[in-house]
């Protein structure tokens, strides 16, 4: 877990930030999503280290296969739902 958090601890950080998130809820979150796996696919579709459907990744204009647009689409669906 150290050494995958290591990998995307400034993508976090920075998703974190511009949507005033807890960077520590958000890596608990890909946690709980993918446990940081970028490749993570669900039997229902969703893709990605944040787990994200087709339609939302479109909606929110990322792609949902690279992590770091992935993390920041992630945290912006998520700022989004808690306003």
């Known amino acids: 877990l150290s050494s995958k ?21 958000l890596a608990a979150l ?7 796996n970028p490749d993570a696919c669900s039997s229902t579709g ?3 280290i944040m787990q994200l459907t087709t339609s ?9 296969l690279n992590p770091v647009q992935s993390i920041r689409g992630g945290a912006r669906y998520l700022r989004q739902m808690w306003d």
């Open 5 to 25: 958090l290591r990998i995307y601890y400034t993508p976090i950080v920075r998703a974190a930030q511009e949507y005033n998130i807890d960077p520590l809820l």
């Open 46 to 48: 969703v893709r990605g």
């Open 30 to 36: 890909i946690f709980q999503e993918s446990h940081f």
């Open 56 to 64: 939302t990744a479109l909606a929110l204009g990322v792609d949902r």
